[in-house]
């Protein structure tokens, strides 16, 4: 491992969480990383667990025995050799990693999942089924006057989003911080994350997440002055909602923002396709936008990665005669519980929190440095924006934004080792190419 002299950065990128804040100053002192300015909650967590793999050592290991890199490459690239239907889960990478765990799933006839599909499908599920309106950040900065935070309090995931975001006074239209007003509907975790520099709390009108969908369609109904009956619908009154209702219709760029790790109950989409519908009718009266936010351990960049390269998102199959996708067959805990996989890769590069799935079949894992795991092949890589460049998608999936490296500890990325299995496997997999073939 070489370690560096110490070293300020400024206007760095963070990658662990979707807002990707480019703006942190970082000292990078004898191979550790110490944010400056501009850190939060999340980030710090990210950064202390890079640095404390220094102090783990990691080391690539075969059955728990230590091993060189070169020795675990083999040994996973053996395990997919023999493998007929591998599994490709987790997926907490970058831009480059993901293209690497693709190539390898291709080349093996693989499935491809992430493991924050769960949540992520609670949008998809709506996007397919009729579509939405949705912002950018940038815009919710220069223009949001009313912010409906639906189900969240958005700041415990995205812990610098009000102070980036909505907190700003340099707008492209003078809107300033004081101008803009923050209701939540549901049950946020923390409401005080949305006050104001000046002291403004934000309004909650509190009910049960699972009960959004009712609302919103009240709250539709309200917009389009048609009647709803009683005094209140789950819990808050109807009165409150008829207020909520006007002050969007006056708004002159409302958003309604949700985080659907928070709308975590059997049907969710349902709420989210709620919002969704809320959204449009509004866009009859005034300028109104959705804001689906989320983005941790490279979700979104899957997402991207996947489609552009298949035609479908994560949970798809590469298989001989194409890709395949099936979001419910290829979901990673409905594959191992059907015994349709013989071998799991596990990636997972941000969070060493973020172990594999238990399960009795092979298991390689691409892991977080500091990751405590028992696996067949564990081969330690970089922290994304710390120990490896390569972009990732931000939580409005319009940006790509490019990490940076800002220590060199000898862990090479999952392109890295992605790419060396794949070499590895070449010499072994023509003969299955070439029946393949024959048998079209
Ligand atoms: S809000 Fe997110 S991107 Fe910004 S510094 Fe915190 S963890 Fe990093």
């Not at 963070?14 to 970082?26: A, K, N």
């Not at 409401?191 to 309004?203: D, F, M, Q």
Request: with cysteine; proline share 6%; charged share 20%.
């Amino acid at each position: 491992m070489s370690h560096h002299p110490s070293e300020t950065r400024h206007d760095v990128p963070c990658s662990f969480c979707g807002l990707l804040c480019d703006d942190l100053s970082v000292t990078t002192d004898h191979g550790r990383v110490r944010i400056d300015a501009g850190a939060c909650p999340r980030a710090t967590a990210g950064f202390d667990a890079a640095n404390r793999a220094l102090d783990a050592g990691a080391t690539p290991r075969i059955k728990g025995q230590a091993a060189t890199l070169e020795q675990a490459i083999a040994a996973a690239a053996e395990m997919l050799r023999g493998a007929r239907a591998p599994l490709f889960g987790g997926n907490g990478t970058e831009l480059p990693g993901m293209r690497g765990v693709m190539d390898l799933a291709d080349a093996t006839g693989g499935t491809v999942d992430h493991m924050n599909s769960y949540s992520m499908f609670r949008n998809f599920h709506v996007l397919q089924n009729s579509g939405w309106v949705v912002t950018s950040l940038s815009e919710v900065r220069n223009r949001a006057d009313l912010l409906v935070c639906f189900g969240t309090d958005i700041a415990s995931r995205l812990p610098r989003f009000y102070e980036r975001c909505l907190w700003v006074d340099d707008t492209l239209f003078g809107l300033r911080a004081e101008d803009r007003e923050v209701v939540m509907l549901g049950s946020p975790k923390d409401p005080s994350l949305a006050t104001s520099p000046a002291g403004r709390k934000a309004e909650v009108l509190a009910c049960a997440n699972e009960d959004l969908a009712e609302v919103a369609q009240a709250l539709r109904a309200l917009v389009a002055g048609r009647p709803v009956a009683g005094d209140s619908v789950a819990g808050i009154a109807t009165a409150d909602l008829a207020r909520l209702a006007d002050r969007l219709k006056a708004a002159k760029y409302g958003v309604v923002a949700w985080v659907t790790s928070d709308l975590d109950f059997d049907h969710a989409e349902l709420a989210v396709q709620s919002a969704c519908d809320l959204v449009r009718e509004l866009n009859a009266h005034t300028r109104c936008n959705g804001l689906p936010l989320g983005g941790t351990d490279g979700d979104y960049t899957a997402h991207q990665v996947c489609t552009w390269q298949t035609g479908f998102t994560v949970r798809t199959r590469l298989s001989a005669s194409g890709p395949q996708h099936d979001p419910r067959a290829f979901d990673t805990d409905v594959v191992l519980a059907n015994g349709a996989a013989d071998a799991l890769v596990w990636v997972s590069s941000f969070d060493p929190g973020k172990t594999p799935p238990s399960t009795s079949i092979p298991t390689v894992v691409i892991g977080h440095p500091a990751m405590q795991v028992e696996c067949d092949v564990f081969i330690p890589v970089g922290v994304p924006g710390i120990d490896t460049a390569g972009h990732l998608f931000r939580t409005d999936s319009s940006v790509a934004v490019p990490m940076r490296k800002l220590r060199d500890v000898g862990l090479p990325s999952v392109a890295e080792v992605t790419a060396a299995i794949r070499a590895a496997l070449q010499p072994a997999r023509p003969a299955v190419t070439t029946s393949e073939a024959r048998a079209c």
